[in-house]
């Protein structure tokens, strides 16, 4: 059924499902677009419409060959959406779930082509934040690359940085992939354009490996493997291709290659990786069972591949190579995580609060005991001044009643009820 985005648009049928939204196929006053309509949460966030608008000119601007083009941003109504380029193909997560690992030389023609991508992106100033395979399209009507690898270009350039809405993160929390994110990203530095190489070498490795470098297990594991483990090789690589990858996982960021860098290193090794038959290794790296989660908790299912050997994750990790049976369920995970961390001051707020917390109860007590002390004083002294009153006043009854009978009837009167017998007193 036919919707209208805006006023130029119309969709026509889902094509695609990510975490932040679904991908149209539509039309535009140009002929056929794809259109990614953002969840309705994220559209009737007002600072994320606010940056929406104001990232629209440097969006629209990035004009590559290797980046689906972002041709025009809507905002009607509850409506949020990115019209972009139509690519006719298949993003590589798909690729990589249908026919399994690339050969070396597809692999490297692949990742270059992104490399050129993220040049370009980084020479305007944008970081894409989130590179892994799902937002990297192969481009089937485009004449192949060497060794007949399909073309790539990257997508999704700022969607990252739009959900990233300053309120929902400041500089306190991790929006990304954890499979694909940075050492730097992890301990809360500002993203640079070194975690997007970073990324897309995990991306290469992915391609070869069949499986991610760091990935496996809970969220916290993964993140930790990203600070602390050194990348484990690839068997059966080629020096000079396992060289780039190690440059590019490099845990300082300026050891790094630049994009430009990667893209002709990996060139200059095609000729040389021509004919190699995709690398055969294990689907997956193993994880211990009860390795705890030390930063967050991810969600897992099983699937069912018929051997029964396969563990698919679900929830913020991403998953690594998976069966070949399809799985509708994958185009609804979630592949970001936003943990929060603490500042300095936070922390020192906490210990604080611990102290105090375990010195209330002492000095609680000291403070009753003594509170109660004072009231008991209190009323002593009251009580004395209520019986020095009595006594005072029975004295002048008496004093009275000898000379003037009469007045000192009347005034004890006057005088007594204000006082209780003393069998009262003796009571209270």
């Avoid at 309509?37 to 060959?65: C, K, M, N």
């Avoid at 916290?220 to 440059?247: C, K």
Wanted: net charge neutral; with cysteine; proline share 8%.
């Amino acid at each position: 059924m036919a919707r209208k985005i805006g006023s130029r648009y119309t969709v026509h049928q889902v094509i695609g499902r990510g975490s932040a939204g679904t991908v149209w196929l539509g039309e535009g006053p140009d002929g056929p677009v794809a259109v990614k309509l953002l969840r309705e949460d994220l559209a009737g966030d007002q600072v994320l419409v606010g940056r929406f608008i104001q990232e629209r000119a440097a969006l629209t601007s990035l004009d590559h060959p290797r980046v689906v083009g972002v041709r025009d941003m809507v905002v009607d109504g509850d409506d949020l959406a990115l019209v972009m380029e139509l690519v006719h193909g298949t993003d590589l997560r798909s690729r990589l779930e249908r026919e399994g690992v690339l050969a070396p030389q597809a692999a490297a023609s692949v990742i270059a082509d992104v490399a050129d991508g993220l040049a370009a992106a980084h020479a305007a100033g944008i970081v894409h934040r989130d590179v892994k395979p799902e937002n990297v399209m192969l481009d089937l009507a485009a004449p192949p690359g060497p060794g007949g690898a399909p073309r790539a270009k990257l997508t999704d350039f700022g969607i990252a940085r739009l959900v990233d809405a300053p309120r929902r993160t400041r500089a306190t929390r991790i929006i990304g992939t954890p499979d694909y994110l940075a050492p730097e990203i992890i301990e809360g530095l500002e993203p640079r354009a070194a975690v997007d190489i970073y990324a897309l070498a995990t991306v290469l490795y992915e391609l070869l490996a069949g499986f991610t470098p760091f990935g496996g297990g809970h969220t916290g594991a993964v993140l930790r493997r990203h600070v602390t483990e050194s990348v484990p090789p690839v068997p059966g690589l080629p020096d000079g291709l396992w060289r780039i990858i190690s440059e590019c996982l490099a845990k300082a960021p300026a050891s790094r290659l630049r994009a430009t860098e990667l893209a002709d290193r990996l060139r200059e090794q095609l000729p040389a990786l021509a004919g190699l038959p995709p690398l055969a290794l294990p689907a997956q790296r193993a994880q211990p069972a009860e390795e705890p989660a030390t930063l967050a908790e991810a969600v897992y299912a099983e699937a069912d591949t018929g051997s029964g050997t396969h563990r698919r994750r679900r929830g913020p990790v991403v998953p690594l190579v998976p069966p070949a049976a399809p799985d509708a369920a994958r185009d609804t995970r979630d592949t970001h995580t936003s943990l929060r961390r603490p500042s300095a001051e936070e922390l020192a707020g906490y210990a604080a609060q611990s102290r105090a917390q375990r010195t209330v109860p002492a000095s609680a007590h000291r403070g009753g005991r003594r509170a109660l002390v004072r009231r008991r004083r209190m009323l002593a002294v009251l009580l004395a001044v209520v019986l020095l009153l009595a006594g005072a006043a029975a004295a002048y009854t008496a004093f009275a009643a000898d000379g003037h009978p009469h007045a000192a009837g009347a005034r004890a009167s006057a005088v007594a009820p204000a006082w209780p017998p003393d069998e009262d007193l003796g009571r209270s």
